[in-house]
T-cell receptor
């Protein structure tokens, strides 16, 4: 089945530690996204990538880093600079819209990150 | 700047009752509007989208939404609620058709009671 796989489902971070969240897709989508979800705040875009070896900052990129070495993979690193990392992190992918084609997002099942 | 407002962070309905979840947007240009649903501990999945074709949009699981430009609204409805509809619902807007420019609302949690 085609889809997006996020791992791990739960992750704990110690003070001063960097942690990496995995996101893999087999939908052959060009674009991939990372969102952060906090209770009562909806989803906020962290980073996105429309092509391999290129990515763009979203609305809340500070304290996070990404890479896009392969089309299928878009890992997110939560660095020690992110002082409030506890949240639910969602990875998504889409085709790239052309003309009036509006992109539909496909989401993974998320990673819950907590601070020890 | 684009934005969406979802009125009511929690909505409770009885099974079989009408579901109405409200979404209003702010825009100076025609928007693309979406409703996504999130079941507990899951990602989001698309319910329906408005892309300037028909103003009444039908989605999955019996949901539909009507685009009303005069009211800047895109409310989500379902004639008869089912227990399986209990979830969180997000309205989202973009003015470019580009997913990277999507703005999500804060969500409405729907509870369905017997």
């Amino acid at each position: 089945d085609g889809g997006i796989t996020q791992s791990p489902k739960y992750l704990f971070r110690k003070e001063g530690q960097n942690v990496t969240l995995s996101c893999e897709q087999n939908l052959n989508h060009d674009a991939m996204y990372w969102y952060r979800q906090d209770p009562g705040q909806g989803l906020r875009l962290i980073y996105y990538s429309q092509i391999v070896n290129d990515f763009q900052k979203g609305d809340i990129a500070e304290g996070y880093s990404v890479s896009r070495e392969k089309k299928e993979s878009f890992p997110l690193t939560v660095t020690s600079a992110q002082k409030n990392p506890t949240a639910f992190y969602l990875c998504a992918s889409s085709i790239l819209g052309q003309g009036d084609k509006v992109e539909k997002l496909f989401f993974g099942s998320g990673t819950q990150l907590s601070v020890l | 700047a684009q934005s969406v407002t979802q009125l009511g962070s929690h909505v409770s309905v009885s099974e079989g009752a009408l579901v109405l979840l409200r979404c209003n947007y702010s825009s100076s240009v025609p928007p693309y509007l979406f409703w996504y649903v999130q079941y507990p501990n899951q990602g989001l999945q698309l319910l329906l989208k408005y892309t300037s074709a028909a103003t009444l949009v039908k989605g999955i699981n019996g949901f539909e939404a009507e685009f009303k430009k005069s009211e800047t609204s895109f409310h989500l409805t379902k004639p008869s609620a089912h227990m399986s509809d209990a979830a969180e619902y997000f309205c989202a807007v973009t003015f470019t058709g580009t997913a990277s420019k999507l703005t999500f609302g804060t969500g409405t949690r729907l509870q369905v009671t017997l």
